[in-house]
């Protein structure tokens, strides 16, 4: 992994080999629980991905104040953000955003260290979201394997095997089943 997290006072402190530190600051607490809240949402996909560079801007450059129903507007094109765009690799600004967004939450440096020390990438962003849902008290077991979380959760696990004898259609919920079935007999009856 190419970044080393460390905390720098109240700022998370993100190096990354022959790059400037980004010094992220602090989101006050009801901002952090906004960008919580988003993120959840989106990965939950209960909430458009569009609105992910909102929650990432927020947590690399702070807001400028809230909206009339209370929601923090973020930074726009604020100085972290344009240096994760402009200066640094895809794989290099995921090891910048991922820390800055857990920095922000309730875990904290503890958040960022877990996401660094599991390899950074997928395999740290899926052990932190996890640990993040269970701090929050949004469990699998409360929201069922069928519910929007559970299925973020099960998507992030790797898949198993297909054995022969199980074909594609097998593998589908019931309710796409019976769609996917109706759907073969319609082209082939042309």
């Not at 939950?44 to 929650?55: F, G, I, K, M, S």
């Not at 904290?108 to 899926?126: Q, R, T």
């Not at 929050?136 to 790797?158: D, F, H, K, V, W």
Request: no cysteine.
């Amino acid at each position: 992994m190419s970044v080393i997290a460390a905390q720098d006072g109240r700022n998370l402190k993100l190096t990354i080999d022959g790059v400037e530190p980004f010094i992220v600051k602090p989101l006050p607490g009801f901002a952090g629980a906004k960008a919580t809240e988003m993120f959840i949402e989106i990965a939950a996909r209960q909430r458009v991905p569009e609105d992910l560079e909102q929650v990432w801007q927020m947590v690399l450059d702070g807001i400028t104040g809230a909206d009339e129903n209370g929601d923090p507007i973020p930074v726009l094109d604020g100085p972290n953000w344009q240096r994760v765009r402009s200066t640094l690799s895809l794989h290099e600004g995921e090891d910048v955003i991922h820390p800055a967004f857990y920095w922000q939450t309730t875990l904290g440096i503890d958040g960022v260290n877990e996401f660094i020390e599991s390899g950074g990438g997928l395999a740290g962003a899926k052990k932190v979201l996890e640990r993040l849902i269970l701090t929050l008290g949004i469990s699998p077991m409360q929201t069922g394997r069928s519910g929007a979380l559970g299925n973020l959760i099960q998507s992030l696990e790797p898949t198993p095997p297909i054995s022969p004898s199980t074909t594609t259609l097998d593998k589908l919920p019931p309710h796409r089943r019976g769609f996917m079935q109706n759907r073969k007999q319609r082209r082939a009856q042309g």
